[in-house]
C-alpha cells in the first residue's frame, strides 16, 4: 500500500495534506505527535508505530513533514534507532519515506520561500496538496524512487562494465606479450642478419685483397 498519508507544518501549523485513503484517523493521529515533539528548532527525524500504521516525521529549520506508511514499508528495512515508546507510539526509521519527506521538504521550502514562516493554516494547501499526491504515489510505487535501490543498480552495472573492460585488458596483454614474443624474435634475426653482413664484407674485402 506504500505511503497514504502526508502532511507540511509549521509546529502545531498545519500548512499543507493530503490522505489516499478516506477511513483512517490519520489526520487526527498526525496532530497529536506534532503536539508531542519538543519544541524548538532542532532538526530531528522520527517514526512512531500506531496500529499497523507506521508516522514517519522529519523536522528541519523550523519546518515538519510527517507522512503516514503501512507497517510493511515502515519495516521493510532495518531500523536506525530506537529512542522511545509512549503509550503505543513507538521509534522507529525506515529508508523509503524519510526519502519522501526530504523530497516534500525540498519542494515545499522552494514554492513558499519565506512565506511559510507567516503562512496561516491550510494556506498552502489547494496547491501543494496535489504534489502530495503524486509523490506519494511515486514512492509507493514507483520502484526507482528507491536511491537506495538505484545506486545499487548503478554500481552493479559500473561493476559488469569494470569486469568486462579487465577482461579486455587481460585478452589485450596476452596479444600484447605476443607482440612482444614476436618483436624480440624480430630483434634477434635482425642482430644475425647484421652479423652474417658483417663477416660477408669482410670475407669480400679479404679476397679482393688477395686478388690485388
Known amino acids: 500500500m506504500g505511503i497514504l498519508y502526508g502532511m ?10 493530503f490522505s489516499s485513503v478516506a477511513q483512517t484517523n490519520a489526520n487526527t493521529i498526525a496532530r497529536q505527535i506534532l ?23 522529519k523536522r528541519t529549520d523550523g519546518l515538519i ?18 529512542v522511545r515508546c509512549n503509550d503505543r507510539l513507538k521509534f522507529y526509521a525506515g529508508r523509503i519515506p524519510f526519502e519522501f519527506l526530504e523530497d516534500i521538504h525540498q519542494r515545499f521550502v522552494k514554492t513558499y520561500g519565506r512565506a511559510i514562516h507567516t503562512a496561516s493554516p491550510y494556506a498552502m494547501n489547494e496547491d501543494f496538496s496535489r504534489i502530495l499526491s503524486q509523490q506519494m504515489d511515486h514512492y509507493s510505487n514507483d520502484p526507482n ?25 587481460l585478452q589485450r596483454g596476452d596479444r600484447l606479450a605476443l607482440l612482444v614474443e614476436k618483436t624480440s624474435t624480430l630483434q634477434g634475426n635482425t642482430i644475425r642478419f647484421r652479423r652474417q653482413t658483417q663477416r660477408f664484407r669482410k670475407a669480400q674485402w679479404w679476397r679482393d685483397f688477395k686478388l690485388k
Open 8 to 17: 507540511v507544518a509549521r509546529g502545531l501549523v498545519v500548512l499543507a495534506e
Open 35 to 57: 503536539d508531542k515533539i519538543p519544541r524548538g528548532n532542532e532538526d530531528s527525524n522520527s517514526s512512531y508505530s500506531h496500529d499497523r500504521y507506521i508516522f514517519h516525521v
Open 65 to 82: 513533514v510527517l507522512c503516514m506508511a503501512d507497517d510493511a514499508t515502515g519495516r521493510e528495512f532495518v531500523f536506525d534507532q530506537l
Open 145 to 169: 524512487a528507491d536511491r537506495l535501490n538505484r545506486l545499487q543498480g548503478e554500481m552493479s552495472h559500473v561493476r559488469t562494465v569494470m569486469i568486462d573492460n579487465i577482461d579486455k585488458v
